[in-house]
Structures are given as C-alpha cells and as structure tokens.
C-alpha cells in the first residue's frame, strides 16, 4: 500500500511539474471544470489555416490543432472537407475561450461564428468539451501567448 501511494505521489508531482511547462507542440487548459492538456499541431500561417484538420479520417483523443493568428480579428469556421466532428475553442489575446462551438458537423459549409477579438481557435474532437466541461471563461495556456497578456502565463524556464 505505502509503495502505491509513493508511485501516485510521484505520477501526481511530475504531472503538475509537466503542466508548468510550455512546449509548442502542448496545450494545456484549465478551468472551474479542472485541467486538460492536448498535443497540438500548429496553424500559424494562411496556408496552414486554411488548410487545418481537412482530410484526416480520424485524430487521437488528446489531439488537436491552434491556429494562431498575426493580430486579433473576427473569425468565422466551416467544417469544408473535413470529416470527423470538432468542437471549437475560440480564444482572445490573453488565451481565455470567449465562444465556443461543439460537434460542428463534418463536410458543414456553414459558417460558425467566433466572435471578434478572436487570436487563438483551439479544434479537438468533437464533444470532448462536454464530457470535460470546458467553456466560456476556459484558460489556455501555450508559450504563443505573450506572458503580459497571458492569462495563464507559461513559467520561465
């Protein structure tokens, strides 16, 4: 039993140490709901975000992609020739969710409203949001928001 308990300690402990850490290729989340974390694929230019997840058959569950973009804007989603459900997250400069939209539906040409001031759109798999509670006021945190604007802000290193 104690050797148990010093294993979760120990699995406890690195998890938080992991989560105060910023990688390109991770992003964590955390709210009122609790803490999850996703790896992510980068969308930080035109080709690349009008590109995103279309074509992919399938995503693993802790997957996802940010489009990143060069300065807040109003931003608008379809689900063009993309083929598996997503839910939306979609983020200010500081990284907070403002709007967000679940199970958008796949080949869905209609356009999904992010809101304005929009710098940031996390897509995971669709309904993930529910079963983890994630929402409006939802922080992410990934070292492409600037740590003075950051709500959750990455640690130094």
Known sequence: MRLSVSILALIFSTSI??????????IALRGDWGQAAFNVEIADTAELRSKGLMHREEMARQDGMLFIFDAPRHATFWMRNTLIPLDM???GNDGV??????N??????TLIPGGDDIMYVLEINGGLSELYGIGVGTEF????????LASWPCLAE
């Open 17 to 26: 140490a992991l989560a105060d850490q910023c990688d390109s290729g991770r």
């Open 89 to 91: 997250l979609f983020a």
């Open 97 to 102: 969710v403002t709007t967000f939209h679940s």
């Open 104 to 109: 958008a539906i796949p080949h869905d040409e």
């Open 141 to 148: 945190k990934h070292n492409s928001i600037p740590a003075d």
